[in-house]
């Protein structure tokens, strides 16, 4: 399967690692703690690069800065059952130390994409190093 435009770009391939990274992590937990925290981690985490994808699929500029906000919302959401894992203490410091550049490094790249959307010379939503 090629690559589509919204897989090369940056921001993208961050999200999916904190998905990827969120998935890994979770599936080691306990049933209760999976089940409850767990699943709603994997779903906001999952929400980020989903949306990401929908939002340059669309190819209109009101269509994709809608849905890269959703997106900021699911990192967000994300941010909040991590530290909800966390104060449960069910994420170590070596999970925390492997997920917080992640998330440091997306929030201000979903900014930036977003900014960028249907700026001066900037032509449909593709590929870019945001």
């Known amino acids: 399967m090629s690559a589509s435009n919204f897989e090369k770009l940056r921001v993208y391939q ?3 690692k ?3 990274d969120v998935w890994d992590i979770v ?14 981690l994997v779903r906001a985490s999952d929400s980020v690069d989903a949306n990401i994808a929908e939002g340059v699929g669309r190819g209109t500029y009101p269509d994709t800065r809608r849905f890269i906000r ?9 941010q909040h059952w991590l530290r909800r894992a966390w104060r449960r203490k069910l994420l170590n410091d070596e999970q925390v130390q492997a997920l917080k550049p992640l998330v440091d490094e997306l929030a201000p ?4 994409f977003l900014n960028s959307i249907g700026k ?11």
């Open 14 to 16: 961050l999200s999916e």
């Open 18 to 20: 904190l998905a990827d």
């Open 27 to 40: 599936m080691t937990w306990k049933p209760f703690a999976k089940d409850t925290v767990g699943k709603q």
């Open 70 to 78: 959703i997106a900021r919302g699911s990192l967000h959401e994300t």
């Open 109 to 112: 790249k979903l900014n930036a």
């Open 120 to 130: 001066a010379g900037v032509r449909a939503p593709v590929a870019t190093d945001h």
